[in-house]
């Protein structure tokens, strides 16, 4: 089965750097888009960033554009958040998610928490 395993998180004062790994199993990794979302208590849960299957194309949110990098290891079947300059507005629960054969799979999430 599908499995999506966050880490990373934690607490960062603002400008700080964290990095989040998801480590996937249970599918092609290789052949399939990898999202990060992000989501804050009564908000609905935001896409932070995609990539594509080979990694030669990723899009950002706005927000974070310029300041995090996503990045994956087909041959470790792992995906990668490098989030620098980090803002008290980032905390939030972070995500990775899949989607296949339409259903949208998710890990348990990493909290990540910016403040001083």
């Known amino acids: 089965q599908v499995q999506l395993v966050e880490s990373g998180g934690g607490l960062v004062q603002p400008g700080g750097s964290l990095r989040l790994s998801c480590a996937a199993s249970?599918?092609?990794?290789?052949?399939?888009?990898m999202k990060w979302y992000r989501q804050t208590p009564g908000k609905e849960r935001e896409l932070v960033a995609s990539?594509?299957?080979?990694?030669?194309?990723?899009n950002y949110a706005d927000s974070i554009k310029g300041r995090f990098t996503i990045s994956r290891d087909n041959a470790k079947n792992t995906l990668s958040l490098q989030m620098n300059s980090l803002k008290p507005e980032d905390t939030a629960v972070y995500y990775c998610?899949?989607?296949?054969?339409?259903?949208?799979?998710w890990g348990q999430g990493t909290q990540v928490t910016v403040s001083s």
């Open positions: 998610n899949v989607v296949r054969r339409n259903i949208y799979y």
């Open positions: 249970g599918f092609a990794f290789s052949m399939y888009t």
């Open positions: 990539i594509t299957s080979t990694g030669d194309s990723t």
